[in-house]
């Protein structure tokens, strides 16, 4: 029996993977797909943030849509959405269909963010779920190193941009087939009696002021961050004249750190750190380091992508267990992610679009101070968490209902 659940964990772990892939599969292709189709900086930034629009409207009705059919339809939706979507987009030239293609690939997005933690919950008991949640909780950094390193070669190999959409869409139809395959069908009853009553206690987080802090540092770390990573292989290719395969390396190290950095970040508040300190630290360091955003010498780019990345991921740590730590009963506790998750997802939406019309009509110079509204941001939240964090007074042990508790 724990055979097959690591197995069915592997098979969601994976295919949200493959998800995220899809999502940042256009910024390392961004110059020759503006190239092909005709684009301005605006219409490219577009292509990114139509998804996350998606994401944004559908991240909390996904969780009513999973209570009435269930963990595993939903998870075929959200699958099938990511492999229908890329296909659509491979056989247009359309730049309209090409958004609406994006649109259908944010419904996976935006539904699998629900599943895979439901599936993990209901595999694992409360003593062991910590370790699959957090093996989870890396599958966008994963996702975005793997995109951008093996964009290249793709490209390569099979000629132009639309073979990461025929790479996207062939992963997705594989895990789709394991997806119905493997995972165990649920009942969709019992789950809507459960999210049912959760619910109608759950809707209190939208009052609960730490946890839209998190949600507002959510919003601000991914903005600087996606805002940044959006054109930094435009920017290391057009100005620093660095090829775009290393081009887009430089941008994932980025991500890479940031796994190290969630996991640095969750040892630091294991033993004590508070989420306010390493919201301050994170925010105050990011602002003064990405005031050199595009105008690094190619000499610092490691070094800056090193400290944004460890950044990113204290920040991002600290949302996410700070999301279940403030929660006033369990029932809050899936609202919470979701308000963390749309202050990300509306980040994505905005930042992009913004960069790529300052740097356009301003140049590279107006573009780092775009960027560094993210920063300010993160700033603020840590300001405002401090005040009204219940974990911050109260550090005595959650009970055990909680999720993962102060």
Known sequence: MAANRWIGFTIVFLASITIAMNQFKV?????????ALNLDMIAGGMVISVYALTVIILVFPAAFVLSRIGAKTTGLVAIGCSAVGPLMGVLTSNFHLLLISRVIEGVGSAFISVVAPTIIARSFNAQERGKPMGIWAGWVPIGVVLIFNLAVPLCTIFGGWRSLWWCCAGLNTIFFILFLICIEKDTPASVSRSDTQKTGNGLSAFTNVA???LGMAFFGTAFRDVGFSTWAPKYFQDVLCIGASRANFLNSFAYLVQLVGTIVGGMLI????????LLMVSGVSTAVVAAFSFSLHALWILP???VVGLMAGFIVISCFTG????????????????????????????APVAVGAMVESKGWGAGTLVVEIGAMVVILSGLVYARFSRCEKNMAPASE???QGC
């Open 270 to 277: 294991d033993r004590g750190v508070s989420r306010k300190v």
């Open 304 to 306: 800056f992508m090193f």
């Open 323 to 350: 999301a279940a730590g403030e929660s006033a009963d369990p029932s809050e506790i899936p609202w919470a992610v979701a308000i963390a998750n749309f202050g990300c997802f509306l980040a994505i939406m905005i």
């Open 211 to 213: 946890i839209l802090a």
């Open 27 to 35: 910024p390392p292709v961004m110059v020759e797909m503006m190239g």
């Open 401 to 403: 209902g909680d999720f």
